[in-house]
């Protein structure tokens, strides 16, 4: 799985990889080039990936993020905590999930 944020002329700015197992969708990347960022791209790559998840019966989206990163980003997309590394490189290291409802 892999929604790309490209323009018309094929340029890459943005993108997710992820990969289905079992009943659940694992984010391994995500990035959007900085100057894209505040314009709600992320949002969107990630709401691509829980429609893509919710159609392959996925029960939720498991991803990681260090504490210098997006923690606070994917918050606001509704994913909660179930652990965390600290002093992970001098940083904390989070884990997180999103359950994921079939009929929204």
Do not use: C, D, M, R
């Given at each position: 799985m892999n929604p790309l944020l490209q323009d018309e002329a094929g340029n890459i700015y943005g993108g997710l990889v992820g990969e289905i197992c079992w009943n659940w969708l694992e984010v391994q990347y995500l990035f959007v080039e900085e100057a894209y960022r505040t314009f709600g791209y992320g949002k969107q790559l990630l709401s691509t990936a829980e429609r893509m998840a919710k159609e392959k019966k996925c029960d939720f989206i498991k991803l990681d993020t260090l504490s210098f990163q997006a923690l606070d980003f994917y918050l606001k997309q509704g994913f909660e905590?179930?652990?965390?590394?600290?002093?992970?490189?001098?940083?904390?290291?989070?884990?997180?999930?999103?359950?994921?409802?079939?009929?929204?």
């Open positions: 905590v179930f652990g965390t590394i600290p002093n992970a490189g001098s940083y904390s290291h989070y884990y997180l999930t999103k359950e994921l409802s079939q009929n929204s």
